[in-house]
Every structure is written in structure tokens, then in C-alpha cells.
């Protein structure tokens, strides 16, 4: 009896479509990609990561996650720290996550390792560059992180009536400000442009002190995500292929 049980869950998982991880970069999708997982990076670009959306056409996936870095909203919150929404936010809509996946990606990383939260992640079409803006998002959304793509793929997810989460580590926290060139440092392919920020550099030396606090940031982060990275295909598929 065990041994049908096995091969039926087997058969089960094998039959899922692949999880679509959305990303803003390549790095970002390294920690996720595993076995039924398929990625998608932004480069940091909301009309590029739109455009790329409406290309997948009829493609079949079996729920969507959003990964990867985000800005700290919440003051609590240190780079490293992983959020799991409970909600997104995007423009005046405030909408659930999956819960039963929630809480699973929660138990998760904890079990890893990480600190973790629940929080509302509101998703933005430009970065939030300063505790300003970040404050103005906080007050204004209620939420604890931002991204550039979790209200896209929150969207996308329900036009497919497909099951949505979010998992993001915070990188620079709400009161850091982060260096203009930042917004510049991506290739559109999600790369770190080296020899724009270089250049940058070369116009700008003053960034220097404010990019190595952020490289400091993201490494903290990035260590939170190669930890819950390789959970999301073996977790999500098991639970999804009981739902």
C-alpha cells in the first residue's frame, strides 16, 4: 500500500506543470532553479517583464512565486530578513496571497534558517531610492517590503487563476538611501552591468561609500535566498499537487 501511495504522488508531481519564479535578477533566478521550476528575470524592467508575460502565451504553469531581493519598508526589518506575503499591493488594489503556500514558504524558511515575517509587499514600476519614498509607500500602502515585480506577477497569476506567493529578502533597509547609479548597475538581461558601474564610478565617486553599503546589504540578502531558493520547487510542488 505504501509503496502504490509512492508511485501515485510520483505520478502526481510529475504531472504538474512547472512553477513560474518570477525575478529581477540572474542571480536572483540561480538560487530558485531546480526541478519544476521554470524562470523568468525582469532586469529590473516593469514594461520589459510585461512584454515578456503576454509572450508566454497559452503556457501552462502551476502557480506563480515572486522572488528575490526587495527594500525594507517596515524599520524592523534588516537586510537578510526574508518576507512571505500575506498580501500584495499594487496602485489602489490590495490583494491575498495563497495561504496554505504562505505558510508552508514560511515554515520553510524558518526551518533554514532565516528570520522570517509575514507583510503586505507592495509592488512599484520605479525603485524606491530614498527613506522618503519608502516612508510615503509604508504610510500609504501599509506595507512592509517593495519590489518591481510582485504586482505583475501577482497579476499574471490571476488572469491564470493559478495559485500566487511571494518570497523576498530584504536588501537595503527603509532608512538606507541607496546611490543613483543603482538604477543604472543591471544589464537588461538581469547581469550586473560591471563597466556601467564603473563608469558611473568614474562620474561619480561619491556613490563609492553608498555602493558598498549596498553590496554589503544584498550579501546578507542573497544568503537568505540561496537558503530558500531550493525550497520553493520541492515544497510548492508537494502541497500543490494535493490541492
Known sequence: MARATGRRKTAELSALAPILVIVGMK???ACAAGEGVTTLCSGANVGRL????DALGGTDFSAVVSFGLAGGLD?????????????????????DTHSRLSSVLMKGAAAAGC????????????????????????EGAQAVAVDMESHLAEEFA?????PFVALRAISDPAARALPPLVAKALTPEGDIHA????????????????MIRAGLDSRAAF????????LLGPLLRLVLADL
Open 115 to 138: 528570520k522570517v515575517t509575514p507583510g503586505a509587499i507592495i509592488g512599484v514600476d520605479e525603485p524606491a531610492m530614498n527613506p522618503g519614498a519608502k516612508a510615503a509607500l509604508r
Open 75 to 95: 524599520y524592523a526589518l534588516r537586510p537578510g530578513h526574508v518576507v512571505v506575503a500575506d498580501a500584495i499591493v499594487g496602485g489602489d488594489a490590495r490583494r
Open 27 to 29: 542571480r536572483e533566478a
Open 195 to 210: 563597466l556601467g558601474v564603473a563608469r558611473e564610478l568614474i562620474r561619480g565617486p561619491h556613490q563609492l561609500g553608498g
Open 223 to 230: 544568503v537568505s535566498l540561496s537558503r530558500c531558493g531550493p
Open 158 to 162: 490571476r488572469r491564470r487563476d493559478i
Open 50 to 53: 510585461r512584454q515578456a508575460l
